[in-house]
């Protein structure tokens, strides 16, 4: 594998879709071959099975089947985008991973261990190589998420429903797991995008050796 694949982790509303685009285009500024895509989505498989998870009349949804669903949606995209394009040499750079699944999931009561073995299969075991997790208190995220819809005259969706208890168990999983793990950089999601933008690109430049 040649390329280089970078994840963009955190709670809702952490600001994660706005530096993924700033990145890209600054790669693209700078000549790189990037791609960008995002999960649940990506593919056009991808992208149906995103509409029946993040639909809120689906209560009835078991936390196993969310999770095969979300696993399935990201075997797509690792297997019809994410794979070909790193062996073609680019900078992938995708809007969540199997690290959501670890923490949403997960915060559901399921099995960690059983859902990395799910997502290994899932992926054939492809892991980023760098991922920045951009961090902020639940309750500020879901703020900004609920303001960003209502602007859209738009709903919130199944997950993002959930309460500030669960939001919050999914941010200190990604704390938890930033602290243990070298291949994520924490950064603090309360400031500016610009200065969030520049953390990020100092330390691209690094890891792509630019
Ligand atoms: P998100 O990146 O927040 O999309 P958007 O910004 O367009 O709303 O992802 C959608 C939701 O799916 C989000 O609440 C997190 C959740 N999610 C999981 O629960 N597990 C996963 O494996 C992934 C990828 C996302």
Request: glycine share 10%; net charge positive; with cysteine.
């Amino acid at each position: 594998m040649t390329g280089i694949f970078i994840t963009f982790e955190g709670p809702d509303g952490a600001g994660k879709s706005t530096q993924v685009a700033r990145l890209s285009e600054r790669l693209r500024g700078v000549g790189i071959r990037c791609i960008t895509t995002r999960e649940p989505g990506g593919t056009a498989i991808s992208d149906r099975i995103r509409s029946i998870l993040l639909d809120p009349s689906h209560r009835e949804m078991a936390p196993r089947t969310e999770a095969l669903l979300y696993a399935a949606s990201r075997a797509q995209l690792v297997s019809q985008l994410i794979r070909p394009s790193l062996e073609g040499g680019a900078v992938v750079i995708c809007d969540r991973y199997v690290d959501a699944s670890l923490a949403y999931q997960g915060a559901l009561g399921l099995d960690r261990e059983a859902l990395r073995a799910l997502n290994r299969w899932a992926t054939g075991g492809l892991t980023p190589d760098r991922t920045y997790l951009l961090d902020v208190p639940a309750a500020l995220g879901l703020n900004r998420v609920k303001a960003a819809r209502r602007a859209a005259f738009g709903g919130v969706d199944r997950i993002e429903e959930r309460d500030v208890g669960y939001h919050e168990a999914v941010r200190r999983w990604f704390l938890d797991q930033a602290r243990r793990s070298r291949r994520y950089l924490l950064i603090d999601g309360t400031r500016s995008v610009d200065e969030v933008a520049e953390e990020i690109w100092q330390d691209v430049r690094v890891v792509l050796n630019l």
